[in-house]
């Protein structure tokens, strides 16, 4: 059964990862997948946020934002607005958490990874787009730290790649869902994954439905597949980095 | 191997459901989990949100709160600070996404189900506990909505109730987890479930730590159990309204 | 002449005093003035604000806030407005005025007593019923701090009590109007007093009305007899700590 | 015994009136009681707040700032702060209540008088100012109403005029106090009478003390001379006004 | 031509200045340009912002306002609206680069000179009002230092003053445009300029409209006679500290 | 004398167009300036704001922004800081003003026209390479609403464009600033003209210093060359829709 761009239910969309995207941030990337496009950039501060001082670790923090006409209809600002939407908040604490989960905080001194994904094209999966090209532009920042002299060993354990997986209504599980399948499907499943294959967030949702456990197992199994293809991408633009990963 | 407060790991902690708590809602709960304490009200208001004018279907929304002193230190007003929080607005989003995953909306009029949870006393588990609770409060509101002859027939598919589940320092996976507990477990994972056993919302964290496929299943067990425990106290409580759901 | 829940003008709902209702607060109270009911917790916490330091004495201050659904029709919850109402900051303001009027704040050290009332039920008089339980709530935690050896006495000056009285269309003057009265009297006064019968504080407004000097005097005589019933509850409740109150 | 600025006990500072202070105002006046000096401006708008409306009746609300520097120390902008302190929500409510309780709203129509009392240079009493002052502003834009033929008759049933008295630290009751005796008052007392000498408001404080029911008539006395002579100042400003007001 | 209010085209409206208007500030101006009425206040503050700290140098920073009814229509607070305008910021920042660029800042020492402009009466022209009148106060503020010998001499190398100038609908350059003028004109130009003549700030603005190089030239010629006479009316009020200034 | 960067003082940097750079948008261009980077993204809305409904005309508005890490350093987010700040207020103000001055708003219809202007790089000139941008992006999107038959004619009287010019410490009057010299310049002017030559907008600032006419002139005569090379960029971008500007 083919999907409405001719996908097969475990196919990926084109991905294309820009590195050194923009000039000022320690680590930048333009993270492509399919018709969505995110600026991640990585900057390294020499401080950590009050609630952290004094233990002589680091801190990964991250935030997220859509450009106003990201999407097909145009966004209020939520600078305008003058708050943070309940669905941005979300997500840049899940990508926080995510990224903290394969860096060694305690190595990294007395410093925060300002992670920013910002969307400047939407076409579904943003925030898993967001987490994989983020790793990049985070081990990049941390890697310059190493090359700085800064510290002294990549602090990251292990890659780190998202991907979204679905039900739609006809009942078929689905990988890497864009707009038009993410916003009438049954089921919408966020994938954290490492290299290793374990999972660090799963956040699976049936809004006004439910789902099965056979059909879980199935949503997981095609994320895997698309994590591990998302992760052999990333290898590919850390280069000789890759090695420093462990 | 025990748990510090003495339970098994599959051992939920003493139940106790009070309904007609308050007396201004249409449904009022109190709900004690252990040492957690959440009042769970559901009010109806007799028009929808603007974005779902003139569609002729209801909708159902939740509040979060947590009094000041609920926790072992004082909390910040959410109301002094004049913004919520990033972890309210998540809890908030998913305690509505689940209640209206129950519910024919197209059966309630333009009509909005308010639930407001706020929690009195917290022990962990708080998102979990107010949704079970507020699926009492909800559905006695409905109910009532029933009695007064507004809507014919009570349009809930199902039961519903959600658990905490997790993955301890020492390997050991546990049902229904306290502060204690939840403050130094390796991964916390949320189940919101039917009364017929289908996810509802899965959503499981590894913060600065990861899982495997086989700690994943051996907690969804977990859950289910506890979910099914719940459920049981739920038709209890409603009495003669439990026929009434499907 | 009788009134709509029967009770003759100088008669107080029914008192009901709850210690130690919540675990995790220094002390916690849940006062109930007929259907009216306020959780009164008192925190201590080891410093104060800003403009107090380094004078080497504490503060009192206090939150109040109700519960969305307390009242007959729900309410915007504070914190999604986004600001606290006038109304609100009126009353807190009021709490902490009269709860710093007997205790001898250079006796406490560098330490701030957060009172929060939070309304559950509310049926008129919930300002009046917050002072009268907060008193209790805040010796209690002062008196824990002379158990641990904090401080050495009890820095309690007074007993302190408030309640409110009123003059009804028909131009009776009553005491403790529930909610009903409240929402049509003429005149509504609340009073705050000590054990020893001084006044601390004496609000009385005439929202399109106005009212005489005798009117006045009859008030305050309801208000005192009203005041003086609730300190006898409040030395019942404190039991052997009420030696220690001078 | 003498004050600090050669006053008797019952004397009131220097007052000046200006009528038609500001141009657009369709009221405006410059109330000066000594050093203390508050502009007053009354406009009309021909519109009631949303929950008024429909009801065929009227509206007056006030609001009520200090510049920057009005006193001693500068303040922080409230526009820049970002929210309006507790401080000046119970003034404007002040205001607006005892503005109200002298107007008949049913007789103007669906409009607001909204006031506007800008205190340019504080020494105490600064609300008291601003509703004796506010009150000629307002008999004025309602007696425009009437000159223009838009309403029949002056709807103001009576003068009304505020003023603070307190006890200073030596046990004397005294009238109108500047800001050296208030910052050091034991008790503060804000009295609002209308000119058959009927309480509209009145709110005393015992700030970390308290006061005698003796001390409470001391002050009432003291006050109801002093708003006398206000209103007999009010009423040579209004001139031929004055036979209106009933 | 004429122009409505029978000036020519190169007149200044009838300036008025009031100096130790308000008692408190260290300098105190009442700036009056035809019924354009500002409040210009200067307080001295010993301490700099945040980004200023350890430099050893000064600050000079603007507020600006309207009391609500300055204007023909009443405008709401913007301490109500809980946020600061576009313009109102525009008009700050404005005010305090002006005042800066004649002012020594490594002179003063680590205070921070507050001006605050406060419109109670607006005709056009505030902007420009608020700098002419407020360079006074700030004069006479730093006089002030220097005579409690503070500082050593007045740190101000020229005078500063401000005007108007546009193009009327009919295509005629005028000086000092009041409200009506300004609400109407093709193109309006604010211009800061020194005692000697130089350009201080410049900002011209066609809304819906352009201009010429020949009209910029005419305006520009227009705006220095206007503020050589200014720069003359504050010579006079500032009497003998003139000759301190260079 | 050579500029940092090589250029001679009348030297514009490399400019690089790229229309259709965002799929949603109506119009898009990325815009960059030597390093400075900008996506001017041109919406087109079926309304107007409140203020303008009924008239039968349209609106221009503009926002404008910069991602945390355009920048050397990181700045906070507005969003996350909850309010705009006046600079980019300032900004906003200035594009929405620009583009207005030559599109006949009357022939547009009740539509908005939503400029958003995001800086992913800056080096300098971010509001004049904004305007510059969003005038192509605001031609392509109302002449779609041509192609669509929506309106008749483009209503676009000329060409718009801006650039900044300026005068470096040592005297020297230069084109087009980069960042390393704004922020070391004395004056700083943005010009916004054109295609015929006028001035639209016209922003001189001398902060800490001020500029003589003789400059003035000259900075002018600068600017004027720089537009109209840009001018001519964007007939070249705009193709034959060039032909329909008039």
């Keep these: 059964m083919e999907r409405h ?9 084109t991905i294309a990862i820009t590195t050194g995207y923009i000039t000022h941030p320690e ?7 399919g018709q969505t496009k995110v600026i991640c950039n990585a900057s390294i501060e020499d401080r950590v946020p009050p609630f952290m001082r004094g233990q002589g670790k680091g801190w990964i923090t991250a935030e997220y934002a859509m450009l106003p006409r990201a999407t097909e209809q145009r966004n209020i600002r ?3 607005k003058g708050k943070v939407s309940g669905r941005t908040m979300e997500i840049q604490r899940l990508i926080g958490r995510a990224l903290r989960s394969v860096v060694d905080l305690s190595k990294i001194g007395e410093r925060t990874i300002w992670i920013d994904c910002d969307v400047i094209q939407a076409d579904g999966g943003t925030r898993t787009a967001s987490i994989t090209g ?3 532009a985070m081990v990049t920042a941390l ?3 190493v090359e700085n002299k800064v510290i002294k060993e990549l602090p990251v354990s292990d890659f780190l790649a998202a991907i979204s997986v679905g039900v739609l209504p006809d009942g078929q599980e689905v990988l ?11 089921v919408d499943m966020n ?8 999972f660090v967030e799963l956040q699976g949702t049936g809004e006004e439905a439910t789902f099965s456990a056979k059909q879980l197992q199935a949503m997981l199994q095609l994320g895997e597949q698309g994590i591990q293809a ?3 991408k990333q290898k590919e633009m850390l280069g000789s980095i890759t090695d420093l990963v462990n």
Excluded: F, P, W
């Design 176 to 186: 890497d869902l864009n707009y038009m399948e993410d916003s009438t499907a049954d």
């Design 230 to 232: 998302l992760i052999d």
């Design 143 to 145: 890697h310059q730290l």
């Design 134 to 136: 983020a790793y990049i």
């Design 27 to 33: 680590g930048s990337v333009l993270m492509e997948m």
């Design 191 to 198: 994938i954290v994954m490492t290299g290793k294959g374990e």
């Design 78 to 80: 939520e600078s305008s």
């Design 5 to 13: 761009d001719n996908r097969t239910a475990n196919e990926l969309r």
